[in-house]
Nanobody, 123 residues
Framework: QVQLVESGGGLVQPGGSLRLSCAAS????????LGWYRQAPGKQRELVAI???????NYADSVKGRFTISRDNAKNTVHLQMNSLKPEDTAVYYC?????????????????WGQGTQVTVSS
């Protein structure tokens, strides 16, 4: 299957910045969309930002103007630059990939999730 490896989480003070990275690896696959989701304790997982291979992007209202998602199609890598962080941004952030994979000589859609990386915004 397609594996996602995340990095960049950590502890930062309010107003600070962090940059998350996620790389997809595997065989016989193409990624159509890459995104970041987050989940805080007691809350549902929510979409933070998503981008397609053609460059379209979408952001949650709560992060518009502060977060920027970008991708490298050749490396199947996605980044999330987080600026002006707030305590309410504290959550586990998950990388998500959707695409197509060749399995047993058949093309099939796939969806993969990273293991999650903790982002804590606190003074």
């Amino acid at each position: 299957q397609v594996q996602l490896v995340e990095s960049g989480g950590g502890l930062v003070q309010p107003g600070g910045s962090l940059r998350l990275s996620c790389a997809a690896s595997g065989s016989s696959f193409v990624v159509n969309a890459l995104g970041w989701y987050r989940q805080a304790p007691g809350k549902q997982r929510e979409l933070v930002a998503i981008t397609t291979k053609f460059g379209s992007t979408n952001y949650a209202d709560s992060v518009k103007g502060r977060f920027t998602i970008s991708r490298d199609n050749a490396k199947n890598t996605v980044h999330l630059q987080m600026n002006s962080l707030k305590p309410e941004d504290t959550a586990v952030y998950y990388c998500n990939a959707k695409g197509t994979q060749l399995v047993m000589s058949t093309l099939a859609d796939f969806e993969s999730w990273g293991q999650g990386t903790q982002v804590t915004v606190s003074s």
